[in-house]
């Protein structure tokens, strides 16, 4: 399985990055999240629910960062695994800003393991991607939101 892509936001690649990092942060953004904690200075566990047919189910999740270029971006590997099988694998994501705003993009592989290989990689990987595009939208909205009320400043002279 693999998945890549990017997005635009209209703030500091500083504001993206501490919210990314940030479990509260994480659990608003992250379709299904029921859980999500910080359990060391690069490890994740959680929680999240799947509500799709032959996904369908609760997934314990762990991610750990293994390499950071604050605030540029970082490498990291996880899993998530349920009832229906696993997904173990590694991702990476870069900030870079380029007229007035910051591109995020990402790439990732996995293995599918359990009953989730026998869907099919690419079945998995559109789910894997529509909740990750859910999540960057999700983020997206909240901070041009913030924006609005002047939460969220642009650096530099505006």
Not at 8 to 23: A, M, N
Not at 26 to 55: K, S, T
Not at 76 to 103: H, K, N, P, V, Y
Request: proline content about 4%; hydrophobic content about 35%; glycine content about 14%.
């Amino acid at each position: 399985m693999k998945i890549a892509g990017s997005t635009l936001f209209d703030v500091p690649k500083e504001g993206i990055w501490r919210r990314v990092l940030d479990p509260a942060s994480l659990l608003r953004l992250i379709p299904g999240c029921e859980r999500i904690e910080q359990v060391g200075p690069d490890e994740y566990r959680g929680q999240v629910v799947v509500r799709l047919a032959g996904m369908a189910g609760t997934y314990t999740t762990w991610i750990r960062l293994v390499e950071r270029d604050e605030p540029h971006g970082c490498r990291m590997e996880g899993e998530a695994e349920g009832a229906a099988g696993s997904i173990r694998g590694t991702a990476a994501f870069r900030l870079s800003e380029q007229d007035r705003q910051t591109r995020l993009e990402y790439e990732g592989q996995g293995v599918v393991g359990g009953l989730l290989g026998t869907l099919g990689s690419r079945m998995v990987e559109g789910v894997v991607q529509s909740m990750i595009q859910q999540a960057l939208a999700r983020l997206n909205d909240q901070l041009r939101r913030e924006a609005e009320v002047g939460g969220e400043p642009r650096g530099g002279s505006d």
